[in-house]
T-cell receptor, first 120, second 110 residues
Framework: DVKVTQSSRYLVKRTGEKVFLECVQD?????MFWYRQDPGLGLRLIYF???????EKGDIPEGYSVSREKKERFSLILESASTNQTSMYLC???????????????????FGPGTRLTVT | DAKTTQPPSMDCAEGRAANLPCNHS???????VYWYRQIHSQGPQYIIH???NNETNEMASLIITEDRKSSTLILPHATLRDTAVYYC???????????FGAGTRLTVKP
């Protein structure tokens, strides 16, 4: 089974602190994603990466950065945490797009359990 | 990717079929319909996806209308453990990212 783990389930930080959220997957997936989830807004994509050292902005990248130094690890960084970044953060991974119907299932994303971050 | 519209909440009696609708009227020809669900305090879980034919797996069935502007996820015999938020997403197959909306909160009642 694919396993995606996140470094903490719950985290409390102060305004202005630098925050690192770590995500590790054990299935050799090329693609990794960071989302945040807020009540009434569903999941919103922050950043994603399709290869080591590659990153792409999602819908809401402002205030965040990411790092992908190794294939299995994707880090989300809050350079200076603010109270409006209090949220649930979800990491996901998937295989890259491949051709042919037999590969369709490869496009599903596997999610970690989430990190509930509170910034005070 | 096309946007989707889902009802915010639905109830279903245990043992009955749960039918969750999704509108995606601006879907384009190369976009697939995906369904995920999220049980409380867990990350989202893939359920099923399809292009234009109906699909069935061990978890659910997916019915897509002929014009592909809407679809229905069917849980044939809902259990209490199926209580979750269900997300309908449309995406191009070779797109790496996934755009989730607010989803439908399904409550299965005894």
């Amino acid at each position: 089974d694919v396993k995606v783990t996140q470094s903490s389930r719950y985290l409390v930080k102060r305004t202005g602190e630098k925050v690192f959220l770590e995500c590790v997957q054990d299935m050799d997936h090329e693609n990794m994603f960071w989302y945040r989830q807020d009540p009434g807004l569903g999941l919103r994509l922050i950043y994603f990466s399709y290869d080591v050292k590659m990153k792409e902005k999602g819908d809401i990248p402002e205030g965040y950065s990411v790092s992908r130094e190794k294939k299995e690890r994707f880090s989300l960084i809050l350079e200076s945490a603010s109270t409006n970044q209090t949220s649930m953060y979800l990491c996901a991974s998937s295989l890259p797009p491949l051709g042919g119907r037999a590969k369709l299932r490869s496009y599903e994303q596997y999610f970690g359990p989430g990190t509930r971050l509170t910034v005070t | 990717d096309a946007k989707t519209t889902q009802p915010p909440s639905m109830d279903c009696a245990e043992g009955r079929a749960a039918n969750l609708p999704c509108n995606h009227s601006t879907i384009s020809g190369n976009e697939y319909v995906y369904w995920y669900r999220q049980i409380h305090s867990q990350g989202p879980q893939y359920i099923i996806h399809g292009l234009k034919n109906n699909e069935t797996n061990e978890m659910a069935s997916l019915i897509i209308t002929e014009d592909r502007k809407s679809s229905t996820l069917i849980l044939p015999h809902a259990t209490l453990r199926d209580t979750a938020v269900y997300y309908c997403i449309v995406r191009v197959l070779n797109n790496n990212d996934m755009r989730f909306g607010a989803g439908t909160r399904l409550t299965v009642k005894p």
